[in-house]
């Protein structure tokens, strides 16, 4: 596919929109692709709606756990609603273009909900860390206006950052080919497309990476070890047991989310893969997370557990 392109003024090209290449490669595997992705998509949100209807109707589960739990649900939704709905019509129609205006659209809904993800997960290690650390505070330090702020702060802390992130990326001259070999548009393959010396931006995206990534996750390992320290205090070996089942799930979605994150944002260029990357993000950081999720916290919660089945049997 040749690359589209307007003459602007001078010797510089201007590119008018991009091809997502996606699984292009894949040819014969297109429609078996399209299946697949449909499946998952549809199961993301049914799994996550199913979480956010029960923590809404059933009393037992009217806590703040739950109520941040809510909010991760409605936050995965509307993360693979961003990437995959565009991906499926490409594998769809066979159509894998993008305007220049839909592609900083993409990625800047992609990023403004990624630093939502890693605020929330701060925000549940925190929920984790006062409720076995500080129980008898809990009540008075996690009330509902405290828990409301910290939902809304997680919502927008990062907006006006990835904002002004996407807009210093794409103020780049793009006069190279316009084929993004991913299915969606992230800052790492938007900026291999752009012609003169893009350093200064990719010293840019580990910046903003560090504050919106790195700082988080270091935050939930400083709750965790005090999580840990105080649950090895515990006299019972069926007390630290219950203590550590409290913040086992969030702790499994925390490696599942920032390993793939860390992987894909900071590792050197040099050990960029095309390849790689489509697995990463495909599988880790845009599926894998939203899809096991309701999976990770319904299976080991008798709570949810038990507000399922009265769920389903009242219906």
């Known amino acids: 596919m040749t690359c589209e392109v ?29 299946g697949v992705f449909s499946i998952i998509y549809i199961i993301i949100k049914i799994g996550n709606s199913l979480i956010i209807i029960l923590t ?49 659209t993409q990625m800047c809904f992609f990023l403004m909900l990624g630093a939502t993800e890693c605020f929330l997960l701060v925000v549940m290690a925190y929920d984790c860390y006062v409720a076995i650390c500080n129980p008898l505070h809990y009540p008075l330090v996690m009330n509902q206006k405290m828990c409301v702020q910290l939902a809304v702060g997680s919502w927008i802390i990062g907006i006006p950052v990835q904002i002004g992130q996407t807009t210093q990326v794409f103020s780049l001259h793009f006069c190279s080919c316009n084929q993004i070999n991913h299915f969606f548009c992230d800052i790492p393959h938007i900026i291999k497309l752009a012609c003169g010396d893009t350093s200064v931006h990719e010293m840019s995206v580990y910046v903003v990476t560090i504050l919106i990534v790195a700082v988080p996750f270091m935050l939930i390992l400083a709750s965790y070890s005090k999580i840990i320290c105080t649950i090895l205090k515990l006299p019972t070996a069926s007390g630290q047991a ?41 599988l880790f950081y845009t599926i894998v997370t939203p899809l096991f999720n309701p999976m990770i916290y319904s299976l080991r919660n008798k709570d949810v557990i038990a507000a399922l089945r009265k769920f389903f049997l009242k219906k």
């Open 56 to 104: 809404s109707l059933d009393p037992a589960l009217q806590k703040p756990m739950y109520f941040f739990l809510a909010n991760f649900s409605l936050l995965e939704i509307s993360y693979v609603t961003v990437t995959l709905p565009r991906m499926l019509m490409n594998l769809w129609t066979q159509d894998r273009s993008i305007s220049v205006l839909g592609c900083a």
């Open 6 to 34: 307007k003459k602007a003024e001078g010797n510089v090209s201007t590119v008018m929109q991009f091809v997502l290449l996606g699984f292009s490669d894949l040819s014969n595997l297109q429609g078996f692709l399209f």
């Open 242 to 282: 219950k203590a550590f089942s409290t913040c086992s799930s969030h702790l499994l979605v925390v490696l599942l989310f920032f390993g793939s994150t860390t992987i894909t944002y900071l590792r050197p260029k040099s050990y960029h893969s095309a390849g790689m990357d489509k697995l990463l993000l495909s």
